[in-house]
C-alpha cells in the first residue's frame, strides 16, 4: 500500500469526516422534527412514517450502491484503480434510474401506499401531500447516496461532509421561513417543509456530482455513463444483492413494525418518531467508526494485508463502545428534558422517558451488530449476514414484536424489548463468524499462490478512451 494510502485509510482519518456528516443528517433530522412539532404532533407522526417508508424504498439502489462502495475500496487496495473508477460509472448510471422509476410510483400514489401500510385515516391527507412530493424527488437521494459512497471508498470521506453542511444550512433556513413565514417565504407547513427537503437534496446532487466526477486519476466524462462492463457488474451484485436483502430486511421489519405501532395509536407513533431520534443521537459516533473501518478492512483485504483486516474490526468495536456507552448514559439521564423540547404532550413525553433505560441496553447490542457486520460485509462475507438478518428480524425483531407488543399489550416496551434482542443475536453470530476468519483465510491463501507464483497486482494504468 502506498504511503498516500495509508494515510487516507485510516480509522481516523475516514471517521471523523463520517461522523460529522452523520451527525449533520441527524441535525437535520432532528430540526425537521422539532420544527414540524411546531405545526402538530400529527405532522411529526407522518414525517416519521414517511421516512421509514422511504428508506424501504432505497434498499432497491443501496443493493447496487453499497456493493459497489465495497468493491471500489477493494480494487483501490490491489491497485486495479481503472476497475474502480468502472465500478463508480455503472453504479450511478443503475442507481439513477432505479430512483426515476421510485419517483415515479410515490409521486402517483401516495396515498394508496400510505393506506395500505395502515396509517390512521386522519393522517392520510398530511402524508399523501407529503410523500408525493419528497417522494417524488427520491431519483436525487439515489444520487446523492451513490455519488456519496463512491466518494467516500476512495478515501475521500471529507467531501460528503462539506456537502452535508452545505446542506443542512439551506434546509434549515427554508425550514424555518416556510413553516413561520419568514425571510419573505410563504407560510406552507408541511408542504414547506417537503419542498425545502426537495431543494436541499437538489443542491447537494449538483455539488456531489462535482467532486465525483474528479474521484479518481482520470476525470469522469458524462459520455462514459453509457458504459457497461458485464464482468465488473456482476461482482458489483455478487457482493451487493446480499447486502441489498440485508438493508431490505432491516428497513422492511421497521417499516412492518412502524404499522404495529400505527395501530397502537397516533401518540405511540409520535413517541417512536421523537424516540429514534434519541437513539440516533446516540449512535452516531459509532456509526461513523464502523462505517469507516468498514472502508479501511476493505481496502486492507484488497491489498492482501489480512492481518491486519482481521485486529481492525475489534479496534474499532474497543472505540466506539466507549463513545456508544457514554453517549447512551447522557440520553438517559437527560432524554426527558430533550423530549420537552420537541413536544409538551404529558402522555408522548411518559412514553418515551419509559423506553430510555431500554435504550441503553439496546446501543451496545447495536455496536455490535454493526461493527462486526460491516466487517464481514467489507471482506465479502455478505451472504452470511443476509442469512442471519432474514432469521433474527423477521422472527424476533418483527413476528415477536407483534406478539409481545400488540398481542399481548406490552405495546412499545414490547418491541423494544424485541429489538434489543434482534440486535444481540446478530451481532454475536457475526462475532463467531468474523473470529473464525473464513474469507480472511481464502485471501491469505489466494495472496501467497500469487507471490509464489511471480505475480505483480500492480495494473498499468492507462488513461480510458473517451
Known amino acids: 500500500m502506498l504511503d498516500k494510502d495509508k494515510t487516507k485509510f485510516t480509522l481516523w482519518v475516514l471517521a471523523w469526516p463520517i461522523f460529522i456528516e452523520l451527525f449533520l443528517q441527524f441535525l437535520l433530522g432532528a430540526v425537521d422534527t422539532l420544527m414540524v412539532s411546531r405545526i402538530s404532533d400529527d405532522a411529526v407522526a407522518v414525517v416519521g412514517f ?37 465500478i463508480a460509472i455503472m453504479a450511478l448510471s443503475v442507481s439513477t434510474l432505479i430512483g426515476v422509476l421510485l419517483s415515479a410510483v410515490l409521486y402517483m400514489l401516495p396515498t394508496q401506499i400510505a393506506s395500505v ?10 402524508a399523501g401531500t407529503y410523500i408525493s412530493i419528497v417522494g417524488g424527488g427520491m431519483v436525487l437521494v439515489a444520487m446523492m447516496s451513490t455519488m456519496s459512497t463512491v466518494i ?115 401518540t405511540e407513533l409520535a413517541a417512536r418518531t421523537y424516540m429514534n431520534t434519541l437513539e440516533s443521537m446516540c449512535f452516531l459516533l459509532g456509526m461513523s467508526i464502523a462505517t469507516g473501518a468498514q472502508i479501511q478492512i476493505a481496502h ?15 479496534r474499532a468495536f474497543g472505540i466506539g463502545i466507549i463513545f456508544v456507552g457514554v453517549n447512551a448514559l447522557l440520553i438517559y439521564v437527560l432524554g426527558a428534558q430533550i423530549l420537552g423540547l420537541f413536544t409538551a404532550d404529558s402522555e408522548i413525553i411518559a412514553i418515551g422517558v419509559s423506553l430510555l433505560g431500554l435504550n441503553l441496553i ?13 466487517s464481514l460485509n ?50 454475536i453470530l457475526s462475532f463467531f463468524r468474523w473470529r473464525g476468519q473464513k474469507m480472511l483465510r481464502k485471501a491469505g491463501e489466494k495472496e501467497r499462490e500469487r507471490l509464489d507464483a511471480g505475480n505483480n497486482p500492480v495494473e498499468t494504468i492507462v488513461a480510458p478512451s473517451v
Open 378 to 427: 467489507a471482506v465479502g462475507d455478505t451472504r452470511f449476514t443476509m442469512y442471519i438478518s432474514l432469521g433474527s428480524m423477521w422472527i424476533i425483531a418483527t413476528g415477536l414484536s407483534y406478539v409481545l407488543g400488540v398481542q399481548y399489550g406490552w405495546g412499545l416496551v414490547g418491541i423494544y424489548c424485541c429489538m434489543i434482542a434482534d440486535e444481540y443475536v446478530r451481532g
Open 152 to 266: 467516500r471508498n476512495t478515501g475521500n470521506t471529507r467531501g460528503p461532509m462539506y456537502t452535508a453542511v452545505v446542506m443542512n444550512i439551506i434546509h434549515v433556513f427554508l425550514n424555518y421561513g416556510f413553516i413561520f413565514g419568514a425571510f419573505g417565504l410563504p407560510q406552507w407547513g408541511l408542504t414547506g417543509v417537503a419542498i425545502s427537503t426537495v431543494i436541499s437534496r437538489l443542491l447537494a446532487v449538483v455539488a456531489l456530482m462535482f467532486m465525483f466526477l474528479r474521484s479518481f486519476d482520470y476525470r469522469i466524462h458524462i459520455r462514459e455513463f453509457r458504459l457497461f462492463d458485464k464482468p465488473l457488474f456482476k461482482e458489483i451484485m455478487n457482493i451487493g444483492w446480499p447486502l441489498g436483502v440485508n438493508m431490505s430486511c432491516w428497513v422492511f421489519s421497521q417499516l412492518i413494525i412502524y404499522t404495529f405501532i400505527a395501530q397502537l395509536g397516533a
Open 300 to 314: 486492507l483485504y484488497g491489498a492482501g494485508q489480512t492481518k491486519q483486516a482481521y485486529k481492525a474490526a475489534y
Open 362 to 374: 439496546l446501543q451496545p447490542g447495536k455496536l455490535l451488530n454493526m461493527t462486526l457486520g460491516n
Open 117 to 126: 401500510l395502515q396509517l390512521p385515516d386522519r393522517l392520510l391527507p398530511l
Open 50 to 86: 414517511s421516512n421509514q417508508l422511504f428508506q424501504a424504498m432505497t434498499t432497491l439502489f443501496m443493493t447496487v450502491a453499497s456493493g459497489a462502495g465495497i468493491l471500489i475500496a477493494q480494487k483501490l487496495g490491489s491497485l486495479k484503480n481503472l476497475d474502480a473508477r468502472k
